[in-house]
């Protein structure tokens, strides 16, 4: 198992994975940031800008947007909340393999019987 694989129950887990999931995550947070930087620049046409008729709509593409920059905040805390919450498992499972393997020097000793393991 590359970056190390815990397997208790019959369960792998890739740590190497998780972290690597990770950093998508980070990438889908800058790239929602770079979008409500997009909802905000739409919102700031001026009145001018849209006429005497395009005043009419103004209203309502006002409310959108501003549905629209909750939603993709809602988004970017979600994406960064599930990036904490799953660079937190990846800690956790690594730690408990290592708890699991205990090495002296060149020597390596398996606790509760969990065999087949490196440690990380």
């Known amino acids: 198992m590359s970056g190390g694989g815990t397997s208790g129950s019959g369960i792998g887990?890739?740590?190497g994975e998780l972290?690597?999931?990770v950093g998508t995550l980070d990438f889908y947070e800058s790239e929602s940031n770079k979008f409500d930087a997009?909802?905000?620049r739409a919102n700031g046409v001026s009145?001018?800008?849209w006429g005497l008729i395009g005043l009419f709509v103004k209203?309502?593409?006002t409310r959108q947007l501003d549905e629209l920059r909750g939603l993709v905040d809602d988004m970017t805390e979600a994406i960064g909340a599930m990036s904490d919450k799953i660079a937190e498992a990846a800690q956790v499972?690594?730690?408990t393999e290592q708890?699991?393997?205990i090495m002296f020097g060149e020597h390596r000793a398996e606790v509760d019987g969990i065999?087949?393991?490196e440690p990380s």
């Open 13 to 15: 887990v890739e740590v």
């Open 99 to 101: 708890d699991h393997v």
């Open 93 to 95: 499972y690594e730690s």
């Open 115 to 117: 065999q087949g393991r």
């Open 38 to 40: 997009l909802v905000e």
């Open 59 to 61: 209203d309502t593409y």
């Open 47 to 49: 009145n001018e800008s």
């Open 19 to 21: 972290k690597a999931f």
